[in-house]
């Protein structure tokens, strides 16, 4: 399985680091070895003094599909959980003033802990979910799919271009506003529509 991410996702976020507005979904990818399950730890690198949290919403793909038409990219898709895109933020500092690939601040190993997954027939509205994660029991970062620059439709018709999708990928699909710096012994807790689906100790 892959993991394809999509970066700059939502305006609030994009200005929180002063990054350019895309015109075109980002796309990075990680490796199957970044993925976390099973409310498992994540345990802090010792290659960077910055690692912070981007909740996001993830979909899970049930089936192969290549040039995906808008009109049936929602049957590609039958469940959505919620996943930490963690990121080295001064190794992506360093990468992105030299203009070089993001994969070490971003695709190492346990840089994707994903929780628990919902039946997509508990969303009625792909363009109204909401989601939240808290840090040591404090609220931290909240988003909603209206906010999205680039809809679950518009990401899967245009990754699938490049990339063929497989069964049991996962698409992580951009983070709001809130990012910010964890360390050794926080706990990040994610709530989907108020349902606890996601839990990581840092440690
Ligand atoms: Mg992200």
Redesign the pocket.
Known sequence: MKII?I?RNYAAHIEELNNERPSEPVVFMKPETALIKKGQPFYHPEFSQDIHH?V?LVLKINKEGKYIQREFAHTYFDEIGLGI?F?ARDIQKKCKEKGLPWEIAKAFNGSAPVGEFLPVSNFPDFGNINFHLNVNGKLRQKGNTSLLLFDFTTILAYVSKFFMLKKGDLI?T??PAGVGKVSVGDHLEGFLEGKKVLNVEIK
């Open positions: 991410a970066g981007e996001e895109d990121t992580f951009g983070t």
